[in-house]
């Protein structure tokens, strides 16, 4: 048997699969397929009904899972008007309705208030624990869940399309409409049922509570009906594979193929290059002094092969996280 790999998996994960589930998912096909018994984890939870970009992490790369959660993403997302529900999303009931219909205009002007540091609350069906329970453990119960807003910044918010109301709906719309309409084709002053937009965030953003204030700020009501995650820390959707081209790799024994290298998650920290005597004090958690590097963090290697994640501080390293991945000798 070969040994467990380390590194990373991008997962475009399909709506409908929790992010545990991908974990399992990964972990099944390895066993499956004769692998080495290998640590796998996820690099930022992606809610059942969203997908895309999911970072799994094998090995080794496991001490990097918490860094992803840190880390920014990219989401693609269609609000829409006129019924908000108790998850806010497509999965909840319906909790308040409104006949109001926004503007393109009033889109395009609304949209500046959510770009930049914002305050937040996050949604009564999410992960956040309220007094040692998941808030939607709690929500699911029938108790009324009350989160306290926090801090999170939307670094840009785009307007990708918009779709009209139809002339049933909203006799100030144009009398012959026939289908969806792209942006290009929407006027300033013409209403909305829908809108999607693109949002690079930082850690801790609800897509679905920035839906849901966006249409409070229009003066109506909302909740998300399609959410992908196309970037997550450095990965990309072009990096991302489906679970069957996994599993058809995977036995055709080809995985390695496939994965990302532990470092891949790291691409914005410069390298620390060690020799072997400095790597063999690293590996044993020693500091090391007199360093002339800036104060910062470091991905610490050997050659080819990552030691460690070290803080620099006045000069000297020490160990944040250490790797245990064998040299290329060896």
């Not at 970037?231 to 080809?254: H, N, V, Y």
Request: with cysteine.
């Amino acid at each position: 048997m070969s040994a467990p790999l380390s590194g990373w998996l991008i997962l475009d994960k399909p709506k409908g699969m929790g992010s545990t589930q991908g974990v399992s998912a990964v972990k099944r096909v390895l066993r499956q397929n004769g692998y080495a018994k290998t640590k796998v984890g996820h690099g930022g939870t992606l809610d059942p009904l969203a997908q895309g970009v999911l970072p799994i992490a094998l090995g080794e790369a496991t001490k990097l899972a918490g860094r992803m959660l840190d880390s920014d993403k990219i989401y693609v997302f269609t609000v829409q008007f006129g019924a908000e529900t108790s998850t806010l999303d497509t999965e909840g009931e319906v909790v308040a309705t409104s006949d109001v219909r926004p503007a393109l205009a009033d889109v395009e002007a609304v949209l500046a208030r959510f770009t930049g540091p914002i305050e937040q609350v996050p949604p009564a069906y999410s992960a956040l624990k309220v007094g040692g329970q998941r808030a939607y453990d709690l929500a699911r119960a029938g108790e009324v869940v009350e989160l306290k807003a926090r801090a999170v910044t939307i670094h840009s918010l785009l307007l990708r399309h918009a779709e009209l109301v139809s002339a049933s709906i909203s006799p100030q719309a144009p009398a012959e409409r026939d289908g969806g309409w792209t942006l290009k084709q929407v006027q300033g002053d013409e209403l909305l049922n829908e809108i999607t937009l693109t949002a690079h965030v930082s850690k801790g953003t609800y897509i679905r509570s920035l839906a849901r204030d966006i249409a409070y700020a229009l003066g109506t009501c909302g909740h998300v009906t399609y959410l992908h995650r196309t970037k997550a820390g450095p990965f990309t959707q072009a990096q991302a594979i489906s679970l069957d081209l996994l599993d058809e790799t995977a036995k055709g024994r080809g995985l390695e193929h496939l994965l990302l290298p532990l470092e891949a998650g790291l691409d914005d920290i410069p390298a620390l290059h060690l020799d072997q005597t400095s790597a063999q004090a690293v590996r044993q958690g020693r500091m090391l002094s007199d360093m002339p590097q800036s104060s910062g963090l470091y991905l610490a290697k050997l050659g080819a092969v990552p030691v460690a994640l070290m803080e620099i501080t006045d000069g000297t390293a020490t160990v944040v996280r250490g790797f245990n991945l064998p040299d290329v000798a060896e």
